[in-house]
């Protein structure tokens, strides 16, 4: 079945640098990515998600990008405010398509603390 | 409120009691799914229903549990004999059929003491 790594599981940055989380998958036929964001206590968000027939993807101040070649996804965040600290899990599925489940497989996180 | 509602939001049950949880999905969702998630790890797929049907089950859902999608609305997921290790943050999603991902509620904390 599939399996998504994700690095780093911590990661620390300054207001208004940019941070990077990095997700592999291990299942070709997987062809939808989300990232979701989850702050303590409170529910998973969709906060961006890729297809396999797209490369890259921009929403404001975040951005996915996907390499079906390498099985790899990140995440790109650009100019982090201390709201963004989070943690944010990335997920693959073979979803959308004929009787595919479109279960989410999970990484395991990454706790992003912005520092004011 | 159209979100996901899951209820109870917290349950406290001793070792061996039943548990139910209940979960109401987005109206127009037809596809219904079960995650459970433990501290420091992500949401782990435990069912999965389209309408009424249960058409998947993780090799996670021990025969102690059970979930139901009678009328193709609401759900519920029965822990039975509950053990300590079913502590958990167990989280329902739903979507429009078709669509991948999910929308998901805030899901209900079980502490088994």
């Known amino acids: 079945g599939e399996n998504v790594e994700q690095h780093p599981s911590t990661l620390s940055v300054q207001e208004g640098d940019s941070a990077v989380i990095k997700c592999t998958y291990s299942?070709?036929?997987?062809?939808?990515f989300p990232w979701y964001k989850q702050e303590l206590g409170k529910r998973p968000q969709l906060i961006i998600d890729i297809r396999s027939n797209v490369g890259e993807k921009k929403d404001q101040r975040i951005a996915v990008t996907l390499n079906k070649t390498a099985k790899h996804f990140s995440l790109h965040i650009t100019e982090t405010q201390p709201e963004d600290s989070a943690v944010y899990f990335c997920a693959a599925s073979m979803g959308g398509y004929g009787g595919a489940t479109n279960k989410l497989i999970f990484g395991t996180g990454t706790l992003l603390a912005v520092q004011p | 409120d159209t979100g996901v509602s899951q209820n109870p939001r917290h349950k406290i049950t001793k070792r061996g009691q039943n548990v139910t949880f209940r979960c109401d999905p987005i109206?127009?969702?037809?596809?219904l799914y079960w995650y459970r998630q433990t501290l420091g790890q992500g949401p782990e797929f435990l069912t999965y229903f389209q309408n009424e049907a249960q058409l998947e089950k993780s090799r996670l859902l021990s025969d102690r549990f059970s979930a139901e999608r009678p009328k193709g609305s609401f759900s519920t997921l029965e822990i039975q004999r509950t053990e300590q290790g079913d502590s958990a943050m167990y989280l329902c999603a739903s979507s429009p059929s078709g669509a991948a991902g999910g929308t998901f509620g805030s899901g209900t904390r079980l502490t088994v003491v």
């Open positions: 299942d070709s036929a997987s062809n939808y």
């Open positions: 109206s127009e969702h037809n596809r």
